[in-house]
């Protein structure tokens, strides 16, 4: 059974432990680290991924434990490549912290290879970034404009059964256009808002354990129409709800639990995702170069680009939704 949250709610309760489970359609989860029983032993992860059809750009800033890193990938859709680089460094000093809200605030990173700044607010984002040698290839850089939408997001809260210190915090939000500009060595690409689409995955965590994490995500367009997806693996006690989701013009759709069967071990090959009832069949097949998966491999992060072939058949029993041809990407993390 899945519970929808419908009004704001606290993570924390006065002790310190996460009571509340489930859903909700918007940012109602109060998220305030200090209120925590493992307050400063938080983990955070910014996500972000933009895509207009011919290029698709990974961004991710995590700040876990006593590690924090910057993974980018670039792939090129069109031509078929991929780049990849990523920073990783071992934090001495207190970590950083990334933005509390997620709807407001500043991050900079700067280091002699990379310069990063993220200035966010409630309607917009903005992305700037110098990469040197990036891949051991080429300099990159780009700047972009995120600007949201209208529409719903998913949020979820998951608290572990055994001991409610450890949580799991989560909200996708596929609602943001982007314009501006990709530079990649001599290759330019341009971002017009009419065309490209932008999602935010915000996550923050305390887990008493690892996972090895494996999310299939697609934002597209479907006969005009936007359609974004997120299928994940279970963190914490998701009785009560989970990431399973999709849009359709903005409208989240939930589901519930996937049945995946793929071999991760070789990633070429096609991933298969089925929901209960018919709800959902779908096969994930990942875009190959010379017989490999095109692959970006960030420290212990890969994303696979591929497309999606298959229906869902959540809105219209009659006319099931075609996923024919959407691009896709499916990410692999350990966290």
Same mark, same amino acid.
């Given at each position: 059974m899945?519970?929808?949250?419908?009004?704001?709610c606290?993570?924390?309760?006065?002790?310190?432990e996460?009571q509340?489970?489930?859903w909700?359609?918007?940012?109602?989860?109060?998220?305030?680290?200090?209120?925590?029983?493992?307050?400063?032993?938080?983990?955070?992860?910014?996500?972000y991924?933009?895509?207009n059809?011919?290029?698709?750009l990974?961004?991710?800033?995590e700040?876990l434990?006593n590690e924090?890193?910057v993974?980018i990938?670039?792939?090129?859709?069109k031509?078929?490549g991929?780049i990849?680089?990523?920073v990783v460094?071992k934090?001495?000093?207190?970590?950083k912290?990334?933005?509390?809200?997620?709807?407001?605030?500043?991050?900079?990173?700067s280091?002699?290879?990379?310069r990063?700044?993220?200035?966010?607010?409630t309607?917009?984002?903005?992305?700037?970034?110098?990469?040197?040698?990036?891949?051991?290839?080429?300099?990159?850089?780009?700047s972009?404009?995120?600007?949201?939408?209208?529409g719903e &997001? +998913? !949020? $979820?809260?998951?608290?572990?059964e055994?001991?409610?210190?450890?949580?799991?915090? @989560?909200r996708?939000?596929p609602? *943001?256009t982007a314009?501006?500009?990709?530079?990649?060595?001599?290759?330019?690409? &341009? +971002? !017009? $808002?009419?065309?490209?689409?932008?999602y935010?995955?915000?996550?923050r965590?305390? @887990?008493?354990?690892?996972?090895? *994490?494996?999310?299939?995500?697609?934002?597209?367009l479907?006969?005009?129409?936007?359609?974004?997806?997120?299928?994940?693996?279970?963190?914490g006690?998701?009785r009560y709800?989970?990431?399973?989701?999709f849009?359709l013009d903005?409208?989240?759709?939930?589901?519930?639990q996937?049945?995946?069967?793929?071999?991760?071990?070789?990633?070429?090959?096609?991933?298969?995702?089925?929901?209960?009832?018919?709800?959902?069949?779908?096969?994930?097949?990942?875009?190959?170069?010379?017989?490999?998966?095109m692959t970006a491999?960030?420290d212990?992060?890969?994303?696979?680009?591929?497309?999606?072939?298959g229906?869902i058949n959540?809105i219209?029993?009659?006319?099931?939704?075609?996923?024919?041809n959407a691009?896709a990407?499916l990410?692999?993390?350990?966290?």
């Amino acid at each position: 059974m899945q519970k929808e949250i419908l009004s704001p709610c606290r993570v924390f309760e006065i002790n310190g432990e996460v009571q509340a489970a489930g859903w909700a359609r918007q940012a109602l989860f109060d998220y305030n680290s200090e209120q925590s029983k493992t307050s400063g032993r938080h983990s955070e992860r910014d996500c972000y991924f933009v895509n207009n059809g011919e290029v698709s750009l990974y961004l991710s800033i995590e700040s876990l434990g006593n590690e924090f890193s910057v993974k980018i990938a670039v792939a090129d859709l069109k031509r078929g490549g991929v780049i990849c680089d990523s920073v990783v460094k071992k934090t001495i000093f207190p970590k950083k912290e990334l933005s509390c809200s997620g709807d407001g605030g500043e991050f900079l990173y700067s280091d002699r290879r990379l310069r990063l700044q993220i200035v966010n607010t409630t309607v917009s984002r903005v992305i700037k970034c110098e990469f040197t040698s990036f891949g051991g290839l080429h300099d990159l850089s780009f700047s972009i404009a995120l600007i949201k939408l209208g529409g719903e &997001s +998913l !949020n $979820e809260l998951a608290p572990f059964e055994r001991n409610r210190k450890f949580f799991y915090l @989560k909200r996708f939000v596929p609602k *943001y256009t982007a314009r501006g500009s990709i530079r990649v060595g001599s290759m330019e690409y &341009s +971002l !017009n $808002e009419n065309s490209a689409r932008a999602y935010f995955d915000w996550t923050r965590f305390s @887990k008493p354990r690892k996972h090895d *994490y494996q999310r299939l995500s697609s934002d597209c367009l479907l006969d005009g129409k936007r359609f974004s997806l997120c299928l994940a693996s279970r963190v914490g006690d998701n009785r009560y709800g989970n990431e399973n989701c999709f849009f359709l013009d903005g409208k989240l759709e939930k589901l519930s639990q996937i049945n995946v069967k793929g071999t991760p071990g070789r990633l070429d090959r096609p991933f298969y995702f089925k929901g209960g009832m018919h709800a959902l069949d779908i096969t994930f097949k990942p875009f190959t170069v010379k017989g490999d998966a095109m692959t970006a491999s960030m420290d212990k992060t890969k994303v696979v680009f591929g497309r999606l072939y298959g229906t869902i058949n959540r809105i219209d029993m009659e006319k099931p939704l075609e996923l024919d041809n959407a691009q896709a990407h499916l990410v692999f993390s350990e966290f």
